[in-house]
């Protein structure tokens, strides 16, 4: 079975600091592709990050990136020089290759101070 | 990537009753996605939807609480029937791109009063 687990219900830092999001997953697959979302108040998800499991390179966006650590099972997020817009759910997910299913986190409150 | 069109995005609804959700994607896909998130959890799968086909549902959800409707590639309703307080929650569908990413919809925020 393919599970994701996320471990920080909440977690709250200051404008600018930088914040890491932890996420570990279990799969018996090495094809697998893996995702980070936000879920501001408006509801609407949002693509964060992706990561396919067979690129080593960590996958990086503007402020936003990733350290996978395939062997760990581990694949956590971290947000630099964090912004107020950044306030949200954070869900990690999985997705197996050849499979269409998406597997989410519990997924984590993040806040951020002005 | 697609856009999707989702409508409502809330209602409120007396116990008994059913709910309609639509979703709309601007170009044809394959599977669609429904989803549940309850008050303050994670997404949940509650079926795929594939054109031309009965709906694929996970456990714990069924076709006479939930059934879906897939008539063409862009299109998807799912129905939420005979609604109890239990069933108050977010509904969002989804669809997958060929790039290996997914759209959402905006999400319906349903409340059984």
């Known amino acids: 079975a393919q599970t994701v687990t996320q471990s920080q219900p909440e977690m709250s830092v200051q404008e600018a600091e930088t914040v890491t999001l932890s996420c570990t997953y279990d799969t018996s697959e090495s094809n697998y592709y893996l995702f980070w979302y936000k879920q501001p108040p408006s509801r609407q998800m949002i693509l964060v990050i992706r990561?396919?499991?067979?690129?080593?390179q960590n996958a990086t966006e503007n402020r936003f990136s990733v350290n996978f650590q395939k062997a760990a099972k581990s694949f956590s997020l971290k947000i630099s020089d964090s912004q107020l817009g950044d306030t949200a759910m954070y869900f990690c997910?999985?997705?197996?290759?050849?499979?269409?299913?998406?597997?989410f986190g519990q997924g984590t409150r993040l806040t951020i101070n002005p | 990537s697609a856009v999707i069109s989702q409508k409502p995005s809330r209602d409120i609804c007396q116990r008994g009753t059913s709910l309609t959700i639509q979703c709309q994607v601007d170009?044809?896909?394959?599977?669609m996605f429904w989803y549940r998130q309850q008050p303050g959890q994670s997404l949940t799968l509650i079926a795929t939807?594939?054109?031309?086909?009965?709906?694929?549902?996970e456990s714990g959800f069924v076709i006479d609480k939930f059934p879906i409707s897939r008539p063409n590639l862009t299109f998807s309703t799912l129905t939420v029937s005979n609604m109890s307080p239990e069933d108050s929650s977010i509904y969002l569908c989804s669809v997958a791109h060929s790039s290996g990413g997914y759209t959402f919809g905006s999400g319906t925020r349903l409340t059984v009063v």
């Open positions: 990561q396919e499991a067979y690129k080593q």
């Open positions: 997910a999985s997705r197996l290759q050849g499979a269409q299913k998406l597997v």
């Open positions: 170009s044809q896909v394959t599977m």
């Open positions: 939807a594939n054109q031309g086909s009965e709906a694929t549902y």
